[in-house]
Each structure stands twice: as structure tokens, then as C-alpha cells.
């Protein structure tokens, strides 16, 4: 099993759209949480981090759920410029490193 | 405001031809890493290190060695090139590891013939 898993869409969406993503992680002992995006052929990009109380940038929101071991973004509003992956990402339960899921793929189409 | 700058951007070897990749940040991070990133696998980690002078191995690092002998900067060699090594690298930074975001440089583009 992955450690964290996403579905890697894509998701096609008109503009002005709510899209929600989730993404599963595997191991209890993660504390920390991250979405980045990442641009066809580019490098990627922290979008926001994961609090334990969720928190919200603008259109997008972020919430973390322990029981269940699954990580949200909702981005609201969304604009031909949210195209792209967006990667979920956990830390591996030590102090060195992260892992990164797959990404999810979003079109946001006229 | 250059963050973590990788260099070259791009690079066509031979099979059987040796590299080094060169990441520099600036942001005095303790932490660097070394990732691949192939289509369909996402981003794999290849080496990391916690500080000046250390290295250590990540989820593929047959083939490549890396060197951290100044803070700022973390080299990733390819001693003898293989096609199977033909990917987009990505050089990471980090303040101080696994509970602190990663910042990426943008990316070398290596094709091996």
C-alpha cells in the first residue's frame, strides 16, 4: 500500500466550480501535512500547509482528519488558473523526510 | 530572491558518460534532497541530507552519489549513465526536515541515449 494515496483524476471542471480533493495516508505516526501544486513540466509548489484545525487561504481550504487518516482541499471559485496537480503530501513519521502522493490532476475548462 | 537553483537545466548524455548535478540554495536550509520524478510514478526520493557533510540514501539511490561538503550546496553525481536514468531531477530544501515544507528548484531535464 502507498503511503499516501490520491486519485489521479482528472477532474474536469467548469470555472467557477467547487472541487474537493482527498487523499489517504497510511502511517498513524505522520504529523505533518502539505499541499503543493505542480505545473505540467514545472517544479512543485507549496500551495498551503495542513493543520490539525483546518485552515483556509482564500479559496482554498484544507482539513485533516486523524480518525480516518485522510487530507481535503476544496477550492472554491475555481479559475482556468488552478489547472494543474496537486500533490499530497505527509511526513514519513520521522524527523527527515516527506512523501509524495501521485497527484491529482484538475482541468478548469470555460 | 534565488531559493534553491539547480544546474543545468537540461542535458543529453551517452550511456556510459558521468554527471554531476549542482543545487544551491540560499536560504541557509539544513536539509537537501535529491528526487527523480518519472511520468506516473511521482517524486521519488534518490539521496537526502540533515546538514553540512552528511548524506543519506532515499527510496532509489543505486546508480547516483551525492556530496554535501558546503551547506548551500548538494551535488548529485551519475557515475557511468544509463537510459533507465533518463528523468526529471529535482533538487529540495528544508529548514529543519520532515515537519517543514520542502522548496523545490526548478527542475533538471536529463535524457540518456
Known amino acids: 500500500r502507498k503511503e499516501v494515496e490520491q486519485d489521479p483524476g482528472p477532474f474536469n471542471v467548469p470555472e467557477g466550480a467547487t472541487v474537493a480533493f482527498n487523499c489517504t495516508y497510511s502511517?498513524?505516526?505522520?504529523?505533518?501535512f502539505f499541499w503543493y501544486r505542480q505545473d505540467c513540466r514545472k517544479e512543485p509548489k507549496l500551495l498551503m500547509s495542513?493543520?490539525?484545525s483546518g485552515n483556509e487561504d482564500g479559496r482554498f481550504t484544507a482539513q485533516l482528519n486523524r480518525a480516518s487518516q485522510y487530507i481535503s482541499l476544496l477550492i472554491r471559485d475555481s479559475k482556468l488558473s488552478d489547472s494543474a496537480t496537486y500533490l499530497c503530501?505527509?511526513?514519513?513519521?520521522?524527523?527527515?523526510?516527506?512523501?509524495f502522493g501521485t497527484g491529482t490532476r484538475l482541468q478548469v475548462t470555460l | 530572491n534565488a531559493g534553491v537553483t539547480q544546474t543545468p537545466k537540461f542535458r543529453v548524455l551517452k550511456t556510459g558518460q558521468s554527471m554531476t548535478l549542482l543545487c544551491a540554495q540560499d536560504?541557509?536550509?539544513?536539509?537537501m534532497y535529491w528526487y527523480r520524478q518519472d511520468p506516473g510514478m511521482g517524486l521519488r526520493l534518490i539521496h537526502y541530507?540533515?546538514?553540512?557533510?552528511?548524506?543519506a540514501k532515499g527510496e532509489v539511490p543505486d546508480g547516483y552519489n551525492v556530496s554535501r561538503l558546503k551547506k548551500q550546496n548538494f551535488l548529485l553525481g551519475l557515475e557511468s549513465a544509463a537510459p533507465s536514468q533518463t528523468s526529471v531531477y529535482f533538487c529540495?530544501?528544508?529548514?529543519?526536515?520532515?515537519?517543514?515544507?520542502?522548496?523545490f528548484g526548478d527542475g533538471t531535464r536529463l535524457s540518456i541515449l
Open positions: 536560504m541557509n536550509h539544513e536539509y
Open positions: 503530501v505527509s511526513d514519513t513519521g520521522t524527523a527527515s523526510k516527506l512523501t
Open positions: 529540495a530544501s528544508s529548514y529543519s526536515g520532515g515537519h517543514q515544507p520542502q522548496h
Open positions: 502511517n498513524s505516526a505522520s504529523q505533518s
Open positions: 541530507s540533515v546538514g553540512e557533510g552528511t548524506t
Open positions: 495542513v493543520y490539525s
